[in-house]
């Protein structure tokens, strides 16, 4: 258990890097050197990374080149082909709507509203996974289990209500809308991460489901 939990913490870390931008020749090593097991839905995506990662002749070229197709699709000025935040997908086009709203309302309630340099609308894609890694963090530094089943049923909570219902979309616009394989095997990735994630979470909290309070087996948040 504390391994997967450290490497939740880990792979959430780095989404969230991966969407923040501008992307870094840090950022771009840590990729480099993951290596998922054999079969993982989430190698297929990965590759991608990590073969335009690896076939660049100069890093700094690449990094720049990434961050000018990251601008066009992602960040802008104007409109973008794949916009980053909730809102744009859950309520019709709009920015800082009501997903916006409770994404910061669950953030203020685990006392971890994020601090960046920008002003970023709380329903940016790298705030909700880093939310996610912030939690990951807190449950492998848990002291008690009963703490740390609680922390984990926030994860899956914020997962299913915050992240999921959106990401698919997200990813898919994002990977329609370029023909660099990094961005292509960056949605791919993302999505089946995401996706594995609430499963091996969905998995671990029914077998500790004794553990839990009786409002929270059922997805419900105290």
């Known amino acids: 258990m504390e391994r997967e939990l450290k490497e939740r913490e880990g792979l959430y870390s780095l989404l969230r890097a991966l969407f923040s931008y501008p992307l870094t020749e840090t950022v771009l090593g840590a990729v480099a050197s993951l290596a998922p097991g054999p079969g993982s839905p989430m190698a297929p995506g990965l590759r991608q990374l990590q073969q335009r990662i690896r076939e660049a002749v100069d890093g700094r070229a690449l990094v720049e080149a990434l961050n000018v197709e990251m601008t066009r699709l ?54 909700e996974l880093g939310f996610l890694a912030y939690l990951a963090r807190r449950a492998a530094e848990a002291t008690h289990d009963a703490e740390r089943w609680r922390i984990l049923q926030a994860s899956r ?25 990094f961005f292509i095997g960056l949605a791919a990735f993302t ?19 004794d553990s839990l309070p009786s409002d929270e087996r059922t997805g419900r948040s105290s």
């Not at 960040?75 to 082909?81: L, Q």
């Not at 999921?164 to 394989?181: G, I, Y």
């Not at 999505?191 to 489901?209: G, K």
């Open 74 to 127: 992602m960040e802008g000025p104007g409109r973008v082909p794949a916009p980053p935040f909730a809102s744009f997908y859950l309520h019709g086009e709009r920015l800082m709507g009501p997903a916006a709203v409770a994404a910061r309302r669950f953030y203020l309630q685990w006392s971890a509203m994020p601090e960046t340099e920008r002003r970023i609308p709380p329903d940016h894609i790298a705030l």
């Open 157 to 181: 909570e914020f997962l299913r209500r915050h992240v999921l219902p959106w990401l698919p979309r997200f990813c898919e616009a994002l990977a329609s809308s370029t023909t660099d394989p």
């Open 191 to 209: 999505h089946e991460a995401v996706r594995l994630d609430l499963e091996w979470l969905d998995a671990v909290l029914a077998e500790h489901s």
